[in-house]
């Protein structure tokens, strides 16, 4: 499936203007850096600054005592140093004007990159108000926005039925789905978190009936995916009134649906502590260190379609691919519906490893990113921790992911934000031969015509 449109004329003569604004930009960085070129040994620091607070974070996350101790100081003092050390030189002024022309540059290529292979929305079809909506309802998701937003009286002033989980009971979103279809729903919601909306939303694609959102949850990604209201959780109940249908894929793993993601190595581990909900922070600190070192977890093989990826520290496998792999900023997908699984493998070795995270990013050897239709996890145990849409599984290996297209309808509000905008990675030779690119000629296109 395509999932971009495609560019006009005028789309691509704005595309190419910003490409050389772009380079105008880069050559504007440069001639600010070569105007300190007198004291390049202190520009140089500025890196190697840089470099040393990503070894130091590492330091900080895969040790303990004084050695963590050490890397955290290490990554706070290197860029203070280094800020100080321009302050003092008079270059703070070569490195505030470098650093804007560089950030303009980003934000120009960027934006030419964006309007030449402009994205499409998702089509969406109008459809008739259900007659038999029911709405599971996690009365304590998000911090009791069930409650606090009224949720309940707000859903059954509208014609549906809610059912209130009773948590200390260990209900079952499951069976409760299967009942409310055979007792004739025709439209399943869930007002929780992700890992309850997947399950639910496995039945609704079962049996092909249409699914709601109510963000209600504490993250919201697949509401934030699919463009709606995460501040008033009550707008999503437009739905049941003013809606329209979207069709998404749902992935799966092991035979179980998820809408999110399924995480693999260090991540999965540590939500299986049962510390982690009341403690997310100190469970990770406390459990990376052997994490990353190898003294604890499990030793992993994936294959995605034909490609073999060894030995990675953290998979994390998504229902479509996320815009950007870079792990230290966030991150949300484009498109519910290109039939592919997102792939992103992480292995760090070392602090010069993460040292060159922390310069490239998304581009370090460190980080594998790639999209599939197939993936299987192995390893030597014969069962592993899997985190999938946040919620703590053990999985016999091998585990194998797959996606199911188009499967489930999602009712959506008519009148929503839509989903925030995330500016694509750059991709340096495409804006030079973007830049370079000579605008068609008219009459050479209308001789194609002609010719055809």
Same mark, same amino acid.
């Given at each position: 499936?395509?999932? *971009?449109?495609?560019?006009?004329?005028?789309?691509?003569?704005?595309?190419?203007?910003?490409?050389?604004?772009?380079?105008?930009?880069?050559?504007?960085?440069?001639?600010?850096?070569?105007?300190?070129?007198?004291?390049?040994?202190?520009?140089?620091?500025?890196?190697?600054? =840089?470099?040393?607070?990503?070894?130091?974070?590492?330091?900080?996350?895969?040790?303990?005592?004084?050695? +963590?101790?050490?890397?955290?100081?290490?990554?706070?003092?290197?860029?203070?140093?280094?800020?100080?050390? *321009?302050?003092?030189?008079?270059?703070?002024?070569? #490195?505030?004007?470098?650093?804007?022309?560089?950030? #303009?540059?980003?934000?120009?290529?960027?934006?030419?990159?964006?309007?030449?292979?402009?994205?499409?929305?998702?089509?969406?079809?109008?459809?008739?108000?259900?007659?038999?909506?029911?709405?599971?309802?996690?009365?304590?998701?998000?911090?009791?926005?069930?409650? +606090?937003?009224?949720?309940?009286?707000?859903?059954?002033?509208?014609?549906?039925?809610?059912?209130?989980?009773?948590?200390?009971?260990?209900?079952?979103?499951?069976?409760?789905?299967?009942?409310?279809?055979?007792?004739?729903?025709?439209?399943?919601?869930?007002?929780?978190?992700?890992?309850?909306?997947?399950?639910?939303?496995?039945? #609704?694609?079962?049996?092909?009936?249409?699914?709601?959102?109510?963000?209600?949850?504490?993250?919201?990604?697949?509401?934030?995916?699919?463009?709606?209201?995460?501040?008033?959780? #009550?707008?999503?109940?437009?739905? =049941?009134?003013?809606?329209?249908?979207?069709?998404?894929?749902?992935?799966?793993?092991?035979?179980?649906?998820?809408?999110?993601?399924?995480?693999?190595?260090?991540?999965?581990?540590?939500?299986?502590?049962?510390? *982690?909900?009341?403690?997310?922070?100190?469970?990770?600190?406390?459990?990376?260190?052997?994490?990353?070192?190898?003294?604890?977890?499990?030793?992993?093989?994936?294959?995605?379609?034909?490609?073999?990826?060894?030995?990675?520290?953290?998979?994390?496998?998504?229902?479509?691919?996320?815009?950007?792999?870079?792990? @230290?900023?966030?991150?949300?997908?484009?498109?519910?519906?290109?039939?592919?699984?997102?792939?992103?493998?992480?292995?760090?070795?070392?602090?010069?490893?993460?040292?060159?995270?922390? @310069?490239?990013?998304?581009?370090?050897?460190?980080?594998?990113? @790639?999209?599939?239709?197939?993936?299987?996890?192995?390893?030597?145990?014969?069962?592993?921790?899997?985190?999938?849409?946040?919620?703590?599984?053990?999985?016999?290996?091998?585990?194998?992911?797959?996606?199911?297209?188009?499967?489930?309808?999602?009712?959506?509000?008519?009148?929503?934000?839509?989903?925030?905008?995330?500016?694509?990675?750059?991709?340096? +030779? +495409?804006?030079?031969?973007?830049?370079?690119?000579?605008?068609?000629?008219?009459?050479?296109?209308?001789?194609?015509?002609?010719?055809?």
């Amino acid at each position: 499936m395509n999932a *971009y449109s495609t560019t006009s004329e005028a789309e691509s003569g704005s595309a190419r203007l910003l490409a050389r604004l772009a380079l105008l930009c880069v050559a504007a960085a440069v001639a600010a850096v070569v105007a300190g070129v007198g004291q390049w040994l202190i520009l140089l620091l500025g890196l190697v600054g =840089l470099a040393l607070a990503g070894g130091g974070v590492w330091w900080a996350l895969a040790h303990r005592g004084i050695a +963590r101790f050490l890397g955290a100081l290490l990554a706070i003092a290197a860029p203070v140093a280094v800020l100080v050390l *321009y302050a003092v030189s008079g270059l703070w002024v070569v #490195a505030v004007g470098a650093l804007a022309a560089w950030s #303009a540059a980003l934000a120009c290529a960027r934006g030419a990159l964006r309007r030449l292979r402009k994205p499409h929305g998702m089509h969406t079809r109008t459809v008739r108000p259900p007659r038999r909506a029911v709405l599971i309802m996690n009365p304590r998701s998000g911090g009791g926005k069930v409650g +606090r937003f009224g949720l309940v009286e707000r859903a059954q002033a509208l014609g549906a039925r809610v059912i209130l989980l009773d948590l200390d009971a260990d209900p079952d979103p499951v069976a409760l789905a299967r009942q409310a279809v055979v007792e004739g729903a025709d439209l399943l919601g869930v007002a929780g978190g992700d890992g309850t909306q997947a399950l639910v939303a496995g039945v #609704a694609a079962e049996h092909g009936l249409p699914f709601m959102v109510v963000t209600a949850g504490t993250r919201n990604h697949f509401a934030m995916d699919l463009g709606l209201d995460r501040d008033d959780p #009550a707008k999503s109940l437009d739905a =049941l009134t003013d809606g329209v249908e979207l069709r998404v894929d749902l992935g799966d793993v092991a035979g179980r649906p998820f809408v999110n993601t399924a995480s693999f190595g260090t991540y999965a581990h540590i939500v299986q502590s049962p510390d *982690y909900r009341e403690a997310k922070a100190a469970t990770a600190l406390d459990q990376l260190p052997d994490l990353l070192t190898g003294d604890a977890g499990v030793a992993l093989t994936a294959r995605a379609d034909e490609e073999q990826l060894e030995a990675p520290q953290a998979v994390l496998v998504s229902n479509n691919p996320y815009a950007r792999a870079d792990p @230290l900023t966030g991150g949300r997908r484009e498109r519910l519906d290109t039939g592919r699984l997102g792939v992103i493998a992480v292995r760090v070795d070392g602090a010069a490893q993460a040292a060159e995270v922390a @310069l490239l990013g998304e581009r370090a050897s460190a980080i594998t990113s @790639l999209t599939s239709r197939r993936v299987v996890v192995e390893a030597a145990e014969e069962v592993i921790p899997v985190a999938v849409d946040g919620e703590a599984l053990t999985l016999r290996t091998p585990v194998v992911c797959t996606i199911r297209p188009g499967a489930l309808r999602v009712r959506v509000p008519r009148d929503r934000p839509g989903a925030p905008y995330v500016a694509p990675s750059v991709d340096w +030779r +495409r804006v030079v031969r973007l830049a370079f690119d000579r605008a068609p000629d008219p009459r050479a296109k209308n001789q194609e015509h002609s010719d055809g």
